[in-house]
């Protein structure tokens, strides 16, 4: 049986320019996976190699991708909302 990948934490909104430090665990261990860290965001943003995630200043929906570098199809992803969810 294959493990899959969680990535943490999650969160439902962020404010503008915040950050936030993502994780990606294998959920059968626990145990820190190697992934490759991508944002989808048209209004900015960034995240770093190791995944510490900077908000974008302009309020909207975000995607963080994390995929393992060994498979790229075995990833974890999260949406949410920058600034206050719409309501």
């Known amino acids: 049986q294959r493990a899959g990948l969680q990535m943490s934490p999650f969160i439902a909104a962020i404010a503008p320019g915040e950050t936030v430090q993502f994780t990606a665990t294998w959920?059968?261990?626990?145990?820190?996976?190697d992934v490759t860290w991508r944002l989808d965001?048209?209004?900015?943003g960034g995240i770093t190699p190791d995944g510490r995630f900077t908000a974008p200043s302009t309020p909207g929906p975000v995607g963080i991708f994390?995929?393992?570098r060994a498979n790229q199809w075995r990833a974890a992803y999260q949406y949410?909302?920058?600034g206050a969810e719409p309501g």
């Open 66 to 68: 994390a995929s393992t």
């Open 41 to 44: 965001s048209p209004r900015g």
């Open 80 to 82: 949410f909302y920058v």
């Open 27 to 33: 959920e059968n261990s626990g145990a820190p996976a």
